[in-house]
């Protein structure tokens, strides 16, 4: 039966509750013919009293006065307690508190003065064109004359791909610092921890910043709100891969997600326990099932079909996974090939999966 309050300091049905408050105390409660061994479970929970006394006092009810009663809808409008509602409130609390404190998060900003810079950025580049057709072959810096276009071309890829890398390592900082705050996460061990940061940075940063693509003017925005051509990241992610990307970004755009639903599915996919090997996946797997309760919560309050909005959410995590994949393909083989990612020791090691 569903719990109607806090009863005896625990969450309990009105039934549980009667039972408890008749048979507290009583002597000559008849002995269990299981030695303790009844399922005190659904309409099996009446059929011994002894073993259903035990199951109330180890889930915790009591008659000290420190310990709340009986708090009820009916008893007390307005003022019902459910234990696991205020354990998630305080968990969700702490973990909006943590996404704002600890990322520049472009989902602060709104949709509209991310536009409105992103036009501005495409007007500038299109006049910068056309200056740089029209300044006459005399003004051209001698030195650069004997410049190879090929080597120019190479040049040019290094630094995008320096530029691209630069913006990941200070990502992944603020990455693993707010990931430390998740309530949770601290009692994982070292190398579970390590794990989760490793195959779960690109779907988090995947979901964090996909409002700053645009597709059509073919630029991407930054959390710290500058632009750039979002074929500067073709130079060090590869065109294929980044096609897809935006893609993907452009889909994440019409599902319309609220902030607590990023938020929550950036942390159900890093806490997935299916992709890496971990020594203690079931505290992980609890923590996931917080975030997962958390988030259902959120849709149950906020949509008529609360479990359809779910399954949408599920099933982009399960497509995102596949760009992750891909991703992670690309790293290993950028550890062996990309200068710009071998001399930063922690892209190396967020990288080596």
């Given at each position: 039966m569903r719990g109607t309050g806090v009863h005896y300091g625990v969450v309990t049905c009105d039934a549980c509750k009667a039972f408890y408050h008749r048979n507290y105390g009583k002597r000559g409660m008849p002995m269990?013919?299981?030695?303790?061994?009844?399922?005190?479970?659904?309409?099996?929970?009446?059929?011994?009293?002894?073993?259903?006394?035990?199951?109330c006092q180890d889930v915790g009810m009591s008659k000290l006065p420190s310990i709340?009663?009986?708090?009820?809808?009916?008893?007390?409008?307005?003022?019902?307690?459910?234990?696991?509602?205020?354990?998630?409130?305080l968990l969700e609390d702490d973990i909006l508190s943590a996404h704002e404190q600890k990322l520049t998060s472009i989902h602060y900003v709104s949709r509209?003065?991310?536009?409105?810079?992103?036009?501005?950025y495409e007007k500038q580049q299109v006049l910068d064109r056309k200056l740089t057709r029209c300044v006459p072959a005399s003004c051209?810096?001698?030195?650069?004359?004997?410049?190879?276009?090929?080597?120019?071309?190479?040049?040019?890829?290094?630094?995008?791909?320096?530029?691209?890398?630069?913006?990941l390592e200070k990502?992944?900082?603020?990455?693993?610092?707010?990931?430390?705050?998740?309530?949770?996460?601290?009692?994982?061990?070292?190398?579970?921890?390590?794990?989760?940061?490793?195959?779960?940075?690109?779907?988090?940063?995947?979901?964090?910043?996909?409002?700053?693509?645009?597709e059509a003017l073919n630029v991407y925005c930054t959390s710290s709100l500058s632009c750039r051509p979002i074929q500067e990241l073709n130079d060090l992610w590869g065109t294929e891969f980044?096609?897809?990307?935006?893609?993907?970004?452009?889909?994440l755009k019409h599902l319309n997600m609220t902030l607590k639903e990023i938020i929550f599915a950036e942390l159900i996919c890093v806490l997935a326990t299916d992709r890496c090997s971990l020594s203690e996946p079931d505290i992980v797997n609890a923590v996931q099932w917080?975030?997962?309760?958390?988030?259902?919560?959120?849709?149950?309050?906020?949509?008529m079909h609360p479990m359809r909005r779910f399954a949408k959410l599920m099933d982009m995590v399960a497509d995102m996974r596949k760009l992750s994949e891909w991703y992670s393909d690309i790293t290993r083989r950028l550890c062996q090939t990309s200068v710009s990612v071998q001399k930063r020791t922690l892209l190396m090691e967020m990288f080596n999966v």
């Open positions: 269990c013919a299981k030695n303790g061994a009844c399922d005190v479970t659904g309409t099996a929970r009446s059929l011994c009293q002894r073993c259903r006394m035990t199951k709340p009663q009986n708090m009820t809808a009916e008893r007390s409008p307005g003022h019902a307690i459910h234990l696991q509602d205020i354990h998630n409130n509209s003065v991310i536009a409105a810079i992103q036009h501005q051209e810096d001698p030195a650069s004359r004997g410049v190879a276009q090929a080597d120019l071309s190479s040049l040019l890829c290094q630094v995008h791909a320096d530029i691209a890398a630069t913006d990502n992944i900082l603020r990455y693993i610092s707010y990931l430390k705050a998740i309530p949770g996460f601290g009692k994982m061990s070292t190398n579970d921890k390590c794990q989760l940061l490793k195959y779960g940075h690109f779907d988090f940063f995947l979901l964090e910043d996909y409002p700053g693509f645009n980044v096609n897809e990307v935006v893609r993907f970004t452009q889909r917080q975030m997962v309760n958390i988030l259902l919560t959120h849709l149950q309050a906020t949509y």
